[in-house]
């Protein structure tokens, strides 16, 4: 039989997401995508079948799937315990799921977001070029619930060539460091020279109003230099990783479904790699902006 997946158990939220669908911008629609594009892509070179196709993103473990037809899979991501079966079974490691089997996720001791890749993608209709799922705008597949099966594509060209890769331990450092580069407005609160109105001085907290759209930032307040203080702005493009700053002064982080415009100034940009890590906190995490040229 053709292989799929069913839904024994979804956890808090398990949605489909691939690459995102760029180019729809103009008309309203944000890319989107795995919101950790790196463990997205790791998952894909391991499976052997290069990167586009879709996986699952997993929020905080709670997934279990039954194998319909034989399976090869692979979990990337916040390193949750998995079993096969019951058995438990190694992270980052290409996993073979014969006919009947289930694969379930546990909740990561860190990070927030797990990706369950299977060989060939998962082969859900694609709304306008992409099979993502955004929440902000509601486009793509609905988050998955108990009892949704879902089709297995065929993987192509490619085979895998590692069976595992050796990831770097979970760090315990005291604050995340993400890296961030000037915004359109860095000027707004000081520049470069000025640390941004402390934007890259503090230590901040992620708070619990943070989602796949952002991250809110608690802590202390950017403060805006005097010439823009009580100056208003146009809505302007948004992009991953752009850092925002509301009248209140509490930065806001976006990610990867973030609307396509905002009325408050960018005064930084986290790096690619950045974004993928800030993808992984959670709330209650702390976190320093440290700026790179």
Not at 231 to 239: N, T
């Amino acid at each position: 039989m053709s292989p799929a997946l069913e839904v024994v158990s979804s956890g808090a939220l398990v949605l489909v997401e691939d690459e995102g669908r760029p180019g729809h911008a103009a008309v309203g629609v944000g890319r989107s995508g795995a919101a950790d594009r790196g463990a997205y892509r790791l998952g894909a070179r391991i499976a052997g079948h290069g990167e586009g196709r879709a996986a699952l993103e997993v929020l905080l473990g709670g997934l279990a799937v039954r194998a319909l037809g034989r399976a090869t899979v692979v979990v990337t991501g916040a390193p949750a315990p998995a079993s096969l079966d019951g058995r438990p079974v190694a992270h980052a490691t290409l996993l073979d799921v014969p006919p009947g089997s289930i694969l379930a996720l546990g909740m990561p001791a860190t990070g927030l977001r797990s990706y369950l890749t299977v060989r060939g993608g998962i082969d859900v209709d694609p709304v306008l070029g992409s099979r993502s799922t955004d929440t902000l705008s509601a486009v793509g597949p609905a988050p998955l619930r108990s009892g949704d099966v879902l089709p297995v594509g065929t993987p192509g060209g490619g085979f895998p060539t590692v069976d595992h890769v050796a990831l770097p331990a979970p760090g315990n450092e005291a604050s995340s460091l993400l890296e961030v580069l000037p915004g359109p407005r860095a000027a707004w609160v000081g520049g470069w020279g000025g640390g941004l109105g402390g934007l890259v001085g503090a230590v901040w907290t992620v708070t619990g109003d943070s989602d796949r759209v952002g991250l809110r930032l608690g802590g202390a307040r950017v403060q805006r230099a005097v010439p823009w203080a009580d100056v208003e702005l146009p809505s302007e493009g948004l992009v991953r990783g752009a850092v925002q700053v509301p009248p209140g002064g509490e930065p806001v982080v976006f990610l990867a479904d973030h609307p396509v415009t905002g009325g408050y100034p960018v005064v930084a940009v986290l790096t690619a790699s950045a974004a993928d890590r800030a993808a992984q906190l959670r709330p209650g995490d702390a976190v320093r902006l440290i700026p790179v040229t």
